[in-house]
């Protein structure tokens, strides 16, 4: 699906850190793929996938060198 949406795959390309949402309603292989394909496309952006909608803070808050 992100290979359909250009704009999507910009951003994931050029992302420091990337939150997969909704993977509690996707189908765990849905999920398994969409990671892989991140892993590709950006293999240095840090990935963390949200359950429910939550998120470490820390993992969003703490950028930087």
């Known amino acids: 699906?992100?290979?359909?949406?250009p704009e999507a795959a910009k951003q994931a390309?050029?992302?420091d850190r990337i939150v997969i949402?909704?993977?509690d309603i996707a189908p765990?292989?849905?999920v398994a793929e969409?990671?892989?394909r991140l892993a590709q496309m950006n293999p240095y952006a840090a990935r963390m996938i949200a359950?429910?909608?939550e998120v470490d803070?820390?993992?969003l808050r703490d950028?930087?060198?």
């Open 34 to 36: 969409l990671e892989a």
């Open 13 to 15: 390309a050029v992302a």
């Open 21 to 23: 949402t909704k993977s």
């Open 51 to 53: 359950v429910n909608g």
């Open 57 to 59: 803070v820390a993992f």
């Open 28 to 30: 765990p292989a849905a």
């Open 63 to 65: 950028v930087g060198p």
């Open 1 to 5: 699906v992100i290979g359909t949406m």
